[in-house]
C-alpha cells in the first residue's frame, strides 16, 4: 500500500514509525513531515490545509490510505473533499469533527445524551455572557467555542478577571473567529486523564490510558503549552474509572454522535477529569492528542493500518485491540522561551543513538534539515519516549535518554511521570 499521512508534529512522527512497521505498507509519504518523519516517509511540501492540493497529490501518485493527524484539516472538512474525489482517507468527516471543532456543540451533546461533564450554558451574546457572571462562583471556567491552538480556556479566579477573558475571547476576539460564541462553565478539579479511542461509526475500541503535563515549568508553573510530557497508562485510570466510562461515556458519546445524523469515524480523545463525583468529560478532541500518541503507540501491538482501515470500513468490532504490559514516558525537549518566545535554527547532535533501539525513541515535533542537518524548527523539538516495567523504570530511561540529545537552547520538565510517586 502506499500511505500519505498529514501533518508535522510528534503525533505524525509516531503514526508514521507505526505504519512503517506494519507488512502492508510499501511506501509512505508526509506532507508537510519533518526531518524525522523522513527516515519513513518522503515528504512533500503541501500544507495541511490545502485539501486540493494533497488530493491531487493522492491522486497522483495512487495512495491507498491517507491518515490526517492534526484538527485544523479535519474540522475543516478534509475527509469530505477526499471521499467526494475516492480518495480512501481514515478520520471524521466535517460533520463529526465539530465535535472537536465546537465546544459549544459538545457541551450540548452532552447535555441531551447525559453524558457527564461540568455545568455550564453558551452564549453569542457578550453582554448576555457579561451578565451572566454577576451571579456566578468561582473560580469560573471560559472556553473559545473553537479551535484555538489549545489555548482557548481561561480559569478566571474572580468576576474582574472573567469579564476580562469575555471581553478578550468576545470583543477583542483574541482566538479569532473561535470567539464568536463562548462556554462558560463550572470549575471541576480532580485528576486529568487522557483516554484515546478508535471508532468506526458503531463499535468503540479504547487504548490504554495516558496523562499529560501541560503546563510549561515543573511543578505545574507557568504557562499552559501544547504538552510538555505524557505517561502511560495512568495508575489513576482504575478499573472502577474504567467501567464508569464505558457505563456512561464511551459507547453513549459514539452513539449521540451517530442519533445526530453525524457517524464519526476516525480517533475520540475524551479528555476526562476524575473528580469526587466521578469522572467526567473536560473536552472531546477528533485526533490523537500530541504528545499522548508518543506514549500510546509504542505500547499498541495491532497493526495500526488493519485498525485504520476497519474504521473506515466499520468492521471494528473484528478487531481485538492489545497494548503491552508495560509504561511509557515521554518528555518533550523545547526551545527554552517556549510558549512565548524563542529561537529557531541550531544543530540537533546525538539523534544517532536512538537508530534501531525498541525501548527508546526520539520522535520529531519541530526539527527541518539545514544544510543537510536537523535544526530546530519549533518550540517543542523533539518528543523523548522510552519503556521501562512500571512508570517508574520508565521515566528512568526517558531522562537517560533525554541526555543523548543535545542543542543549544534545550529545555525540558524533570517532573514528568513524578504524580506516579504519590500512588
Ligand atoms: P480543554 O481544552 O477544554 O481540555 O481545556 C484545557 C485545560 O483547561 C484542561 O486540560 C483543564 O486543565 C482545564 N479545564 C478545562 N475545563 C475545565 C473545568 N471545567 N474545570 C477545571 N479545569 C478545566
Ligand atoms: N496533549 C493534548 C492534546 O493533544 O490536545
Redesign the pocket.
Known amino acids: 500500500m502506499k500511505i500519505l499521512i498529514i501533518g508535522s508534529g510528534g503525533r505524525e512522527h509516531v503514526i508514521a514509525w507505526k505504519a512503517a512497521r506494519s507488512p502492508k505498507v510499501d511506501k509512505m509519504y508526509c506532507a508537510p513531515g519533518n526531518a524525522g518523519i523522513a527516515e519513513y516517509a518522503e515528504c512533500v511540501n503541501i500544507g495541511a490545509m490545502e485539501f486540493e492540493k494533497l488530493a491531487a497529490f493522492a491522486k497522483e501518485k495512487g495512495i491507498d490510505l491517507t491518515i490526517v493527524g492534526m484538527d485544523d484539516p479535519l474540522v475543516g472538512g478534509i475527509v469530505d473533499v477526499f471521499e467526494t474525489q475516492g480518495l480512501r482517507i481514515f478520520g471524521p468527516r466535517k460533520d463529526a469533527a465539530i465535535l472537536e471543532g465546537s465546544?459549544a456543540f459538545s457541551k450540548d451533546l452532552m447535555k441531551k445524551y447525559h453524558i457527564p461533564?461540568?455545568a455550564?450554558e453558551n452564549f453569542t451574546d457578550p453582554q448576555k455572557a457579561l451578565a451572566c457572571l454577576e451571579t456566578a462562583r468561582f473560580?469560573i471556567?471560559l472556553?473559545a467555542d473553537g479551535l484555538a491552538l489549545?489555548k482557548?480556556?481561561l480559569?478566571c479566579q474572580n468576576l474582574e478577571e472573567a469579564r476580562e477573558g469575555v471581553r478578550e475571547i468576545m470583543l477583542d476576539k483574541k482566538f479569532g473567529q473561535a470567539g464568536n460564541q463562548m462556554v462558560i462553565?463550572?470549575?471541576?478539579?480532580g485528576r486529568?486523564v487522557s483516554v484515546l479511542s478508535f471508532v468506526d461509526g458503531k463499535t468503540i475500541r479504547i487504548m490504554t490510558s495516558a496523562q499529560?503535563h501541560?503546563r510549561a515549568k515543573d511543578k505545574d508553573q507557568g504557562l499552559?503549552t501544547g504538552g510538555m510530557g505524557t505517561f502511560s497508562p495512568s495508575p489513576f485510570y482504575t478499573e472502577e474509572v474504567d467501567t464508569f466510562c464505558k457505563q456512561y461515556i464511551y459507547q453513549q458519546t459514539v452513539d449521540a454522535m451517530a442519533a445526530e445524523g453525524r457517524t464519526f469515524q476516525g480517533i475520540i480523545f475524551f479528555?476526562l477529569?476524575l473528580t469526587e463525583d466521578g469522572p467526567?468529560v473536560?473536552?472531546y478532541?477528533a485526533r490523537f492528542g500530541d504528545p499522548e500518541a508518543q506514549v500510546v503507540l509504542p505500547r499498541m501491538k495491532n497493526d495500526i493500518i488493519e485498525v485504520f482501515e476497519a474504521c473506515i470500513d466499520g468492521t471494528l468490532d473484528r478487531i481485538d485491540l492489545q497494548f503491552e504490559d508495560n509504561a511509557a514516558v515521554c518528555v518533550v525537549l523545547a526551545s527554552d522561551g517556549y510558549p512565548v518566545s524563542y529561537e529557531k535554527g541550531f544543530p540537533i547532535h546525538g539523534l544517532e543513538h536512538f537508530k534501531g533501539s525498541e525501548d527508546y525513541f526520539v520522535f520529531h515535533a519541530g526539527t527541518c534539515f539545514k544544510n543537510g542537518e536537523v535544526v530546530t524548527n519549533g518550540g517543542r523539538v523533539l518528543g523523548v519516549t522510552a519503556k521501562g516495567k512500571d512508570l517508574k523504570e520508565a521515566r528512568e530511561h526517558a531522562y537517560q535518554a533525554v541526555e543523548l540529545v543535545e542543542f543549544q537552547n534545550k529545555y525540558y520538565r524533570h517532573d514528568i511521570g513524578k504524580a506516579i510517586d504519590e500512588v
Open positions: 465546544k461533564t461540568a455550564y473560580p471556567v472556553k489549545g482557548g480556556v480559569i462553565e463550572e470549575f471541576m478539579t486529568e499529560d501541560k499552559n479528555g477529569m467526567k473536560l473536552e478532541n
